[in-house]
T-cell receptor
Framework: NAGVTQTPKFRVLKTGQSMTLLCAQD?????MYWYRQDPGMGLRLIHY???????AKGEVPDGYNVSRLKKQNFLLGLESAAPSQTSVYFC?????????????FGPGTRLLVL | KQEVTQIPAALSVPEGENLVLNCSFT??????LQWFRQDPGKGLTSLLL?????REQTSGRLNASLDKSSGRSTLYIAASQPGDSATYLC????????FGTGTSLTVIP
């Protein structure tokens, strides 16, 4: 049972390039989330999904897109990377209703946009 | 918008000391509050989850309390050890999760 995994672990992009971050969970969780963590600002929710085929915006969705084609995978896309998107990105999942469940986090993806 | 604050931002204590970490939030309409541990360069590990109807939860040397009406939670760590050194974050769950910026704890041997 690997829990929540994220690919890649680290990436350097140039401004304007695109990339996709992959999150996978093997716990059969319904809910999945993408956060970014920046110094002094804590974790902020980018997008989330309440089930396969669904997505919703979080607190800071601009510049990002997501897809949940399979229950176990949640993809975060940057269409045209900007230096302001330099951050550490975390994926998380919960079994059911986010109000009652513990969140399980992946190890993070460090992204540097030059 | 929910605001979550953790004070102090950093804390150093000698090994064996009992300590309390604080978390405050502005909107009491929450479903639960969670405490997490984050080691440098790593993801978050859930330590304790307190449902909004509960007052406290315990796990080993950790005890978390919740006073929803006053918008406060504390994480009590008994008999601290060097292995407890990490950043501790609290998060509240309303329409989404809101995180504090964390308290960086150093336990000195």
């Amino acid at each position: 049972n690997a829990g929540v995994t994220q690919t890649p672990k680290f990436r350097v992009l140039k401004t304007g390039q695109s990339m996709t971050l992959l999150c996978a969970q093997d716990m059969n969780h319904e809910y999945m989330y993408w956060y970014r963590q920046d110094p002094g600002m804590g974790l902020r929710l980018i997008h989330y999904s309440v089930g396969e085929g669904t997505t919703a915006k979080g607190e800071v969705p601009d510049g990002y897109n997501v897809s949940r084609l399979k229950k176990q995978n949640f993809l975060l896309g940057l269409e045209s990377a900007a230096p302001s998107q330099t951050s550490v990105y975390f994926c998380a999942s919960t079994l059911g209703d986010r109000g009652t469940e513990t969140q399980y986090f992946g190890p993070g993806t460090r992204l540097l946009v030059l | 918008k929910q605001e979550v604050t953790q004070i102090p931002a950093a804390l150093s204590v000698p090994e064996g000391e009992n300590l309390v970490l604080n978390c405050s939030f502005t909107d009491s309409a929450i479903y639960n509050l969670q405490w997490f541990r984050q080691d440098p360069g790593k993801g978050l590990t859930s330590l304790l989850l307190i449902q909004s109807s509960q007052r406290e939860q315990t796990s080993g040397r950790l005890n978390a309390s919740l006073d929803k009406s006053s918008g406060r939670s504390t994480l009590y760590i008994a008999a601290s050890q060097p292995g407890d050194s990490a950043t501790y974050l609290c998060a509240v769950s309303g329409n989404q999760f809101y995180f504090g910026t964390g308290t960086s704890l150093t336990v000195i041997p």
